[in-house]
C-alpha cells in the first residue's frame, strides 16, 4: 500500500530554517506531481508548493523566495526547504502526490495520495 510519512517538523523562531521531508513507500511516485500543503488551526488547508515529475515547480506568494521543494530523481522523497520562517508560517505540514494536470497543481482535491503531516512552530 502506498504510502506518505512526512518528517523534519520542529519548532524554530523566527528567522530560521527548517527541512521537511516526505518518504514514499509502496510505490515510487516518479511521474506524479508532488506538492506540500499547510493547515493552520482554525485555517483552512492551503498550497506552499508545487513540484512535477520533470522538475518544474511553482509556489504560493508567501513562499517564493523563502522555500524550496525539490524530489528525488527515485521518486521517492519530497523535500521542503524553509529559510526565513516567520510565525506565520505555524502550521502542519503535509505532503500530497498526485496524476494531475498543471492547472490543478493548488487544487488539494487533485492529489491522490497524503501523508499525515508534521507540525511546524515558529516563535515570535
Known amino acids: 500500500q502506498a504510502q506518505l510519512v512526512e518528517s523534519g517538523g520542529a519548532l524554530v523562531q523566527t528567522g530560521g530554517s527548517l527541512r521537511l521531508s516526505c518518504a514514499a513507500s509502496?510505490?515510487?511516485?516518479?511521474?506524479?506531481?508532488m506538492a506540500w500543503f499547510r493547515q493552520a488551526p482554525g485555517k483552512v488547508r492551503e498550497f506552499v508548493a508545487y513540484?512535477?515529475?520533470?522538475?518544474?515547480?511553482d509556489y504560493a506568494d508567501y513562499a517564493k523566495g523563502r522555500f524550496t521543494i525539490s524530489r528525488d530523481s527515485d521518486g521517492r522523497a519530497v523535500y521542503l526547504q524553509m529559510n526565513a520562517l516567520r510565525p506565520e508560517d505555524t502550521a502542519v505540514y503535509s505532503c500530497?502526490?498526485?496524476?494531475?494536470?498543471?492547472?490543478?497543481?493548488?487544487?488539494?482535491?487533485?492529489?491522490?495520495?497524503w501523508g499525515q503531516g508534521t507540525q511546524v512552530t515558529v516563535s515570535s
Open positions: 500530497a502526490a498526485g496524476l494531475l494536470v498543471w492547472s490543478r497543481r493548488a487544487d488539494a482535491s487533485a492529489y491522490e495520495y
Open positions: 509502496g510505490r515510487t511516485f516518479r511521474s506524479y506531481g
Open positions: 513540484i512535477t515529475g520533470l522538475y518544474d515547480t
